[in-house]
């Protein structure tokens, strides 16, 4: 169970080097294969020469052995008796293809609905909305459209706030790997004042829980199941091995999608050569310092029925993106093709209609006991109770 890794940053401004990556992770898994992870950054050059629209994250597997379809060195037999063409399963190669895994995150993310998500991204675009009111930047006269835009844009609305806990998630992370490598303790000063509350809760229990690494962050696959993912922590707790999820919550909430994703790398763990563990366990740290944990919930037939789930969907999923791409293309052409098309010929153009001013049927009555703070910020007169 050793680290057999070899992590590479790129460097020099990479994001303009076709195929270039921001991380790549590869590890020789015994009798299964090598298996690559791989990620960059949208914005990035993809290897066809455009930018990438989204953040690339993507495991591979390329198996160990002979090519699958038993061909002769990348030979097969060809159509006419006594001559060879190119192997069409391996390529000529004579081993067996590099094939994408799903990721676990991706695999969760298809199958588990995100209780609570709606309200926290709603609390948090409100907040946003607020903020942005205090820092002049909308006027509750502004068009609601143009209100989202500048929330959104000036990073007050919720995308900002989930990448905040992202970074939040990955410093924690990164801190925890740390510690379990170098036995360096977390120090508060070294991160943002926004994460002390979850490193103090990391440290903590690494205080508490005393857990010996045994392996940290590495990179497991089931390849008859296709997917693949990186685990956290094996450690020795109490003369037990097990594998442990950190996650960060500001409120200290343990979720289904936890547990499942500790039973699939769990299962992945075994599948790549990595052993046993006698237990798992969710350990949850939280903005006010406190940390707490979970005995993994999720058991084999959950993991089997996600994966069977997730197969299913996934070209249920890649049919949609598909067919709407080329909607979207038919669309943009239609528009590009001039304001007539699409129109009965000989019908004039519609002419737009006025947009029709908000009535206000009387003047309001002034508020009996208005907002002093209100008042003060001189944002016109205090609005009457509904
Ligand atoms: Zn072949």
């Not at 990556?21 to 990620?39: A, C, K, Y």
């Not at 089931?222 to 993912?229: I, K, L, N, R, V």
């Not at 508020?367 to 003060?376: C, E, M, Q």
Request: aromatic letters at 4%; proline letters at 9%; a positive charge.
């Amino acid at each position: 169970m050793s680290p057999s890794f070899h992590e590479t940053v790129a460097e020099l401004d990479p994001s303009v080097q076709p195929g270039a990556l921001q991380h790549h992770i590869t590890r020789d898994l015994p009798g299964v294969g090598v298996l690559d992870f791989e990620s960059a950054p949208a914005g990035w050059v993809a290897k066809n020469g455009e930018r990438r629209s989204r953040d690339h994250r993507a495991y591979y597997l390329t198996a160990h052995g002979p090519c699958p379809a038993g061909c002769d060195e990348g030979r097969e037999p060809g159509a006419r008796p006594g001559t060879t063409r190119k192997c069409k399963t391996c390529g000529g190669t004579g081993q067996p293809k590099r094939r994408q895994l799903i990721s676990v995150t991706t695999l969760i993310g298809q199958i588990t609905p995100k209780a609570g998500l709606m309200p926290w991204a709603e609390a948090r675009g409100i907040e946003g909305a607020v903020e942005a009111v205090r820092r002049g930047l909308i006027d509750p006269a502004d068009e609601a459209a143009d209100v989202v835009r500048v929330v959104r844009g000036a990073g007050l609305g919720a995308d900002r706030a989930r990448d905040q806990a992202a970074d939040r998630g990955l410093d924690v992370h990164a801190c925890l790997e740390r510690y379990m490598l170098t036995g360096e303790p977390p120090r508060l000063q070294d991160h943002p004042v926004e994460h002390a509350g979850y490193v103090r809760a990391l440290a903590l229990w690494l205080d508490v829980v005393q857990p010996e690494p045994v392996s940290v962050e590495e990179v497991v696959c089931d390849p008859d199941a296709g997917y693949a993912g990186r685990y956290d922590l094996v450690a020795k707790v109490d003369g037990q091995v097990g594998l442990f999820d950190a996650k960060t919550s500001e409120r200290g909430g343990i979720y289904d999608a936890a547990h499942l994703q500790l039973a699939l790398r769990r299962r992945a763990m075994v599948a790549s050569g990595d052993g046993m563990v006698d237990f798992g366990r969710v350990v949850l740290f939280a903005a006010d310092g406190s940390w707490r944990m979970m005995d993994q919930a999720a058991d084999d037939g959950l993991v089997d029925a996600a994966v069977d789930f997730a197969h299913r969907l996934g070209p249920v999923t890649a049919l949609c993106e598909r067919e709407n791409r080329q909607a979207r293309r038919e669309q943009a052409e239609r528009l590009a093709a001039g304001p007539a098309s699409g129109r009965l010929p000989g019908r004039p153009p519609r002419q737009p209609r006025p947009v029709a001013r908000h009535r206000r049927a009387r003047p309001r009555p002034p508020r009996r006991h208005p907002s002093p703070r209100l008042a003060l910020r001189g944002d016109g007169p205090p609005r009457a109770p509904r």
